[in-house]
């Protein structure tokens, strides 16, 4: 099973809240933890937006064979959900 950066986020942070580390420690961590996500999720938000071009440019060729078509708007359509997509919660949290 691969856990999504937010999982793995708010696993690192629930085990410093459970071994006493320092609220400072804590928030640094956490605020590193939070930037590498983000990161994450740009370069993420990044590449889909480049399949959703390759696709836009693709299906604009003439002749594509129907079933290539079809598989690529699909393809299309989920980049453009992936990207619609908001986070339902922050990816980690500090305090109570």
Do not use: H, K, W, Y
């Not at 942070?13 to 930037?35: K, N, Q, W, Y």
């Not at 129907?66 to 393809?75: E, I, K, S, V, Y």
């Amino acid at each position: 099973m691969v856990l999504m950066p937010e999982e793995r986020a708010a696993i690192v942070v629930e085990s410093f809240e459970l071994s006493g580390v320092p609220d400072s420690l804590r928030a640094l961590v956490t605020s590193a933890i939070r930037e590498a996500v983000e990161e994450e999720r740009r370069g993420v938000q990044t590449t889909l937006r480049l399949c959703i071009n390759v696709f836009d440019r693709t299906l604009g060729l003439p002749g594509l064979p129907g079933d290539l078509r079809a598989t690529m708007r699909a393809c299309r359509g989920l980049c453009l959900t992936s990207l619609a997509e908001e986070p339902l919660s922050p990816p980690c949290q500090t305090g109570p």
